[in-house]
């Protein structure tokens, strides 16, 4: 069964720095785009950043300058270096990908988030 499994949250003070990880496994034959995505306490999910196959990376303003996607394919892994942290980026961080499992069958896969807490 292909998975997205996160990794790399925690509890950070103001101004500190978290990486997340994404690690994707099971039977795949490709990994398309993939991104971050942030749920905070009674908001709704928000786009954080994006990275194509080819290394294209889309932010949204509210991270931009502050946090860098980036992938290794041959780890099938997604990251997220996040720098300069504010108490307003707590959230559910949650991985995506669209994935071709290796029954070439193309799919939309969540990971089931990992939580990032900055205190002010």
């Known amino acids: 069964q292909v998975q997205l499994v996160e990794s790399g949250g925690g509890l950070v003070q103001a101004g500190g720095s978290l990486r997340l990880s994404c690690a994707a496994s099971g039977r795949i034959i490709t990994i398309g785009a993939m991104g971050w995505y942030r749920q905070a306490p009674g908001k709704q999910r928000e786009f954080v950043a994006r990275i194509t196959t080819d290394g294209s990376i889309t932010n949204s303003d509210s991270v931009k300058g502050r946090f860098t996607i980036s992938r290794d394919n041959d780890k099938r892994t997604l990251y997220l270096q996040m720098n300069s942290l504010k108490p307003e980026d707590t959230a559910v961080y949650y991985c995506?990908?669209?994935?071709?499992?290796?029954?070439?069958?193309?799919?939309?896969?969540w990971g089931r988030g990992t939580q990032v807490t900055v205190s002010s």
């Open positions: 995506n990908g669209h994935l071709l499992d290796g029954d070439y069958v193309a799919n939309n896969y």
